[in-house]
């Protein structure tokens, strides 16, 4: 088989390199103001992130549902609860806040106490008119007193929607154009318009007004993580400059480094701009990724470089073995923390597959970038000073080596014991891990809207919709009296749920307008029996303002109705048990052949895609597995390497699992990721140890102890020094307000210390508990790809 990658191709791209300085460097300078202009289409997603394929059959039945009745989430709700509130002033200036509000293009209705309207029947003329709760405007206390015994006592029509008869909370609804919900405009109404409007109003009249409702979230929510790029990019900046300059003390390599990576952060952007791709929650992690796993790069290379100098004095010989030594295991690690995270492509999630094309092309982006700039700026720069060189001569991590040596010398046994306890803790723990699909759990608790959005929970029962759609099969089905009783039906067990907020549909309309032929009287409120139902009809039927009324609960043929209801912010098993418990409710209530009826809505969208990640996670995983494992075998030529090497990079996914379940960390769209990043990073240290431990064997007649000692002293230091750059790197996103960042950031970063420690006691453990099986030169044969080039004598 040809051999990729051999001493003399990597001597050719070290002479190109070398001797094309200037070129090169006009080049990454002409590709990167490219690069730059691309930032121009870059936009931040202004819809919730679907993790559902589009031809999913959740996402066509959400689809369906959005043509028939339009965009569900355009509801912007603001609340008060002050008793203060029922004073002549302040109920006056809170109606007026309302009424500012349909000045606005962006704001299609306002529903406020001002504007709720009482059925009154008409007996001449048969019909119902609508007549307003307040008209104009309140003068007395006693206009008060009457509104709100009939508020809250009469019409329970407007009952947990507008107010809370209980707790005396009053709402006001604003209903978003449809067509500007998924654009910039909703944030500029909301950030530009809306929250002004209520600060002043707060500041005047000492209430204070809760702001819900999906737009508003996902306008404030968004805006956190493109205000969090900045904090990443600069903290990762920070944290990985800091322990670069801790290693290395010397501020030239430190800066150095830091032009590749945001050279590098310069062009995943503009990667992100050319594929014209939004920047999503996941996107929005890339240019810090990109400084912590480049980071590590600058690390290998210029450490190799300083150990050269310090071996021979050569300046331009060292530069060029940096490339021909540290290039292709450099390639060859990046190619597989690439490979983790373009496993991510291969699903069927567009959220997933975005996020998976620019990371990987980001990685392999930073790789060409520090094998080019590196040695090429050093090339112009002095020869290094002695002081540049001393922290190859630290004697604390000569202590740390000396341990690490010492625990697979003498303590192999208790190595071993420890990592089958650890094993089976983790199973145990595995088995504790819960799945989460709530759309709000990763939110920032510490934000105001956070803070609102349990008050709407406690004061309404949520602010998550929640869709039911009933296709009657025949024009005006929905009228029907034998629909209107199943609706009820099912609306029954709805309110009975405690999860659920009252439901709204055109039997609550219905109902009320049985109270109003009954004038007004509240015991009245219920469906119409038989008798009653033509001639209420009939009444109806001739009120246009009972017209207004049904479009938004009954599509124009009649033929489709739905109903509403808003969810609590519950775990995914909850959901589930609650959605099993109203579809076999709809089973049983339902006629398949005279009825159609199926549910969705936002949080059940997310609920199913989160559910579809987790099948996937297990598809990614195993292919990120296998494709390391093709890896592995083509660049060691050896089975028996493959499963030892892979057995230190699986059991540090086992302990992260465990502790997830042991810390009640649950699975969800942020901690899904963890896996495949881990291991794709993580098993970079494996081949770099098990490129030096075949070099050394070479070196040393096949004397396996030897080799194994010499192997973890030789890459001990580097793989120490990336695993420290990479854990304190990955725990800068503990920093951030989403729990899902920080709970990815932690995860990532203890998964890659206990791989530092699997890669540097268990293998070589391993290799020297088994020497007799995998280390003879039958069974480690000649590899495809020398990763490390042997040493050339004629150097």
């Known amino acids: 088989m040809f051999k990729l990658f051999t001493k003399d191709f990597w001597d050719v791209v070290a002479r190109l390199i070398l001797r094309n300085k200037i070129g090169i460097l006009i080049g990454i300078a002409i590709i990167t103001f490219f690069f730059s202009l691309q930032w121009t289409n870059m936009r931040f997603t202004y819809t919730e992130a679907n993790l559902l394929p589009d031809d999913h059959e959740v996402n066509l039945t959400y689809n369906d549902f959005l043509k028939t009745f339009g965009e569900e989430g355009n509801l912007v709700l603001l609340g008060v609860k002050d008793e203060a509130l029922f004073s002549v002033a302040k109920l006056n200036a809170w109606n007026r806040l309302s009424e500012t509000f349909k000045k606005y293009d962006a704001v299609e209705t306002v ?33 008060i007193e009457k509104l709100q015994e009939e508020l809250f006592h009469k019409y329970p029509f407007y009952d947990n929607f507008l107010f809370n008869s209980e707790t005396k909370t009053i709402r006001t609804a604003l209903y978003l154009k449809k067509e500007i919900v998924n654009t910039p405009a909703r944030k500029e109404f909301i950030v530009e318009k809306l929250i002004p409007e209520i600060e002043a109003f707060q500041s005047l009249h000492e209430l204070d007004v ?13 805006q956190i993580i493109i205000d969090e790029i900045g904090w990443f990019v600069g903290s990762a900046l920070f944290v990985t400059s800091i322990i670069f300059f801790f290693f290395f003390r010397s501020f030239r390599a430190t800066f150095i480094s830091l032009v590749v990576v945001c050279i590098g952060v310069m062009w995943t952007l503009g990667i992100l701009g050319l594929l014209n791709y939004e920047i999503t929650v996941l996107t929005a992690l890339i240019p810090p990724l990109i400084i912590v796993i480049g980071i590590p790069n600058c690390i290998f290379l210029i450490n190799k470089y300083q150990h050269e100098v310090k071996l021979h004095g050569n300046k331009v010989k060292s530069l060029q073995r940096v490339i021909t030594k540290i290039g292709n295991a450099t390639l060859m690690t990046n190619v597989t923390t690439a490979s983790g995270f373009a496993t991510f492509i291969l699903t069927e999630s567009k959220l997933l597959k975005e996020f998976g094309i620019v990371a ?87 934000t105001e809207f956070f803070s609102d959005i349990r008050f709407f929970e406690e004061e309404f029962n949520g602010i998550m919709p929640l869709e039911i759609m009933i296709d009657t099969k025949r024009r005006k089905g929905v009228m029907k009296l034998s629909t209107l009783k199943r609706m009820n039906e099912l609306e029954d067990l709805i309110i009975e749920t405690p999860e659920l907020s009252k439901p709204v549909s055109v039997v609550s309309l219905v109902k009320y307008s049985k109270q109003a032929y009954y004038n007004g009287n509240p015991k009245f409120y219920q469906l119409p029996s038989s008798q009653e139902n033509s001639f209420i009809l009939s009444y109806a039927k001739n009120s246009s303002s009972n017209v207004d009324l049904l479009k938004n609960f009954v599509d124009s043929t009649g033929q489709y109705a739905r109903i509403t209801t808003f969810m609590k912010d519950i775990g995914t098993d909850k959901m589930e048990r609650i959605q099993e418990n109203i579809q076999n409710k709809i089973d049983k209530v339902f006629p398949n052949e005279r009825y159609n009826v199926t549910m969705t809505g936002k949080a059940l969208v997310f609920q199913k895609g989160t559910k579809y990640l987790v099948k996937n996670l297990a598809i990614s995983l195993s292919l990120a597995i296998l494709l390391i494992s093709i890896f592995m075998a083509y660049m060691f030529r050896s089975a028996r390497m493959i499963i030892v090497s892979l057995i230190p990079n699986l059991l540090p996914l086992l302990v992260t699992a465990g502790l997830m379940g042991y810390l009640g960390v649950p699975i969800k769209p942020s901690t899904i990721l963890v896996f495949s990043i881990a291991f794709g990073i ?45 854990f304190f790197g990955f725990s800068v996103f503990t920093i951030s307000s989403f729990g899902g960042t920080v709970a990815l950031g932690a995860l990532v970063s203890a998964t890659l210390l206990f791989a530092m420690l699997s890669n540097l006691i268990l293998l070589p453990s391993l290799l020297l508990s088994l020497e007799r099986s995998i280390a003879n030169k039958e069974v480690f044969r000649e590899p495809s790809i020398n990763i490390i080039p042997e040493e050339d004598e004629a150097d």
């Open 111 to 143: 529903i406020s106490i001002k504007d709720l309207q009482k059925l009154i029947k008409d007996v001449p003329n048969e019909k119902f008119n609508l007549e307003p709760f307040i008209k104009d405007s309140i003068t007395t206390i006693s206009q």
């Open 210 to 222: 809760r702001v819900s409702g999906m737009p508003y979230i996902r306008t404030l929510n968004s």
């Open 360 to 446: 990987s092309l980001s990685i392999l982006a930073i790789f060409i970038l520090c094998l080019l700039i590196i040695p090429i700026i050093y090339t112009f720069l002095p020869f290094p000073k002695d002081r540049h060189l001393e922290h190859l001569n630290k004697r604390w991590i000569g202590g740390f080596v000396n341990w690490m040596e010492y625990m697979v010398r003498q303590k192999r046994i208790a190595v071993y014991a420890t990592s089958v306890i650890l094993l089976i803790a983790s199973i145990i723990g595995i088995y504790q891990i819960k799945i989460s699909g709530s759309l709000i759990e990763d939110m920032p608790k510490k």
């Open 682 to 726: 993580s098993v970079d240290d494996t081949i770099h140890f098990l490129a030096k431990y075949r070099q050394e064997l070479l070196a040393n007649q096949w004397k396996i102890k030897v080799s194994v000692y010499n192997a973890l002293r030789e890459t001990g230091v580097s793989m120490f020094y990336t695993s420290i750059v990479l």
